[in-house]
Nanobody
Framework: QVQLVESGGGLVQAGGSLRLSCAASGRAFSSYSMGWFRQAPGKEREFVAA????????SYADSVKGRFTISRDNVKKMVYLQMNSLKPEDTAVYYCARTVDGRPDYWGQGTQVTVSS
């Protein structure tokens, strides 16, 4: 059984920063790639960032490249998303997910990020 719990969301002004955290439970966390996704009101859920099991390789959506950084701590079973230079269009519910061959198979409950202009 895998459980993912996100935290760290909130309200921030444009240009500000937030750090999201995802706490994972279950075995073999360090064997899986992990990702962050987001869903804005009225829109489909979209990919934000991903990190391989070792943490050596990361990937980002073009819309967040250079502003967001994904990282992980396999000892603590944590995944992080550092978000800088936030824009109003970053407003969404952010979800942590375990991925297999690039596809999410377990999701967290999500954390709300609201960026005011």
């Amino acid at each position: 059984q895998v459980q993912l719990v996100e935290s760290g969301g909130g309200l921030v002004q444009a240009g500000g920063s937030l750090r999201l955290s995802c706490a994972a439970s279950g075995r073999a966390f360090s064997s899986y790639s992990m990702g962050w996704f987001r869903q804005a009101p009225g829109k489909e859920r979209e990919f934000v960032a991903a990190i391989t099991w070792s943490g050596r390789s990361t990937s980002y959506a073009d819309s967040v490249k250079g502003r967001f950084t994904i990282s992980r701590d396999n000892v603590k079973k944590m995944v992080y998303l550092q978000m800088n230079s936030l824009k109003p269009e970053d407003t969404a519910v952010y979800y942590c997910a375990r991925t297999v061959d690039g596809r999410p198979d377990y999701w967290g409950q999500g954390t709300q990020v609201t960026v005011s202009s």
